[in-house]
């Protein structure tokens, strides 16, 4: 299946490549001294998106820079443009869509569906560009601020990589290191978290070292806790290299959706478990969210929020039923009612819980009631997709204050989701905006649609930049990156 979509993603190129070379034929393009040396200063610039310079061939390009400046030379002339123009438009694709558009890695990002218009657009970028070469590279590559600052500290971050002394590791299969341990590791940590070494005990996990772990903790979306567990220790151990090729899959990820961001949409970072809503391009909302633990993961997912649910009741999922509900109710006859659940049939009557088998329920169904201990909260955000996942408010809001949030079974827990569903109804000006308390506070549950649907990405980024380049990191939590790097390597 990996080869057809190669041969498929291949043909597409090909037959842009037979367009491009159809309506440059009575003028050759690459017979220009300037419009050469701007492809070959453009394309060296690609290594700062994190794109290899060894998947385009740079050194032809340079050959026919010396020819046509010195045609007596020994560089003869590149004998056939098509490979200059293939390249051209490669790397124009290459920073428009991502270079493994079309792979079946995150193959939500494909969309296909609503590019259409993609050859023409390509073809007319192409074509355009060759009054502009350094033009028509900034319209190919993404404009967005989260891609822009992450390319930005990939620059710095790949400068001080040249600059930097490789560290020796520290061992994490050894016990944690804690405050008020003496270990000779300390040294190594210390020279990881750049701190100066005192002159008594350097080898003492002392407060300076432990604000420095909790700061560092902080940084990569772990738990900061001031412990050297592990985890902590693998993280410090990345190597330069590790790093770079970490914000490299995260710039690809945003070259991979750059066609399909709207001035208004919503944005779940599920690794980061984050959420932001945009509206015509202002961040309006900035919001914590939970997420699916590594063993019942949140997919990606694009799709429009179409409607809202306020106080919802819950039916429970099979997965959810099978694996949570039915052994807690085997081990507490009172669960059910402690946790205001009904028993129903898949017609929707009621049966009493008393005559049921637990041990062999047969084909039933749990439902919450809505209410405060509803585990879907007040209200629930709605949008089409094959896994059934929404987002939806919860009483369980104390877990937000941790750094890592991974508890759901898949659908997605948010931060203050009430504010969020008030704000994206008044965005769509639709009019249960202005019956929003009354609704809420009624304890019934209702549907309301929205009057115009709102885009939604629940994407996934191990690695966010600010507009200064500093650098957040998220855990990889279901382990996505490694895939999408050897894609973006093939």
Known sequence: MAIDVLAATSMERRNLLSEFERLTAEAPPWQDLERLERLYYNLQALEDDGLTLAHYDIPLVAQQILHLV???????????????????????????????????????????????????????????????????????????????????????????????????????DHPSLRPGMVDERVLVLRKHLALAMPELEPALYDTEVEDAVKAFQQAEGLQADGIAGQQTLRYLNRTPQQRLDQLRVNLERWRRLDRVQQATQVIVDIAGATLRFYNEGQLILDKRTQVGRSDRPTPLILSDITHFTFNPTWTIPPTIYRKDKLPAIRANPTYLESNRLSVLDHQGNRLDPESIDWSNPGPILLRQSSGPYNALGQVVIRFPNRESIYLHDTPNKHLFDRNQRYFSSGCVRVEDATNLVALLLQSTHTEAANQFDRLINSGHTRNVNSRVPIAIILGYWTAEADTQGQVNYHTDIYNLDSALLQELNR
């Open 70 to 172: 010195d045609t007596e030379s020994l560089y003869p002339a590149v004998p056939d443009e098509s490979v200059l123009s293939a390249t051209y438009l490669n790397a124009l694709m290459d920073l428009h869509l991502g270079r493994t558009h079309g792979s079946r890695v995150e193959n939500y990002l494909n969309y296909r569906q609503q590019t259409d218009d993609l050859p023409a657009y390509i073809i007319n970028l192409a074509i355009e560009g060759l009054s502009d070469i350094d033009q028509a590279f900034e319209q190919a590559r993404p404009d967005t601020l989260a891609y822009t600052n992450l390319r930005k500290a990939y620059q710095q971050l790949r400068k001080q990589t040249a600059e930097q002394t490789p560290l020796p590791p520290i061992y994490p």
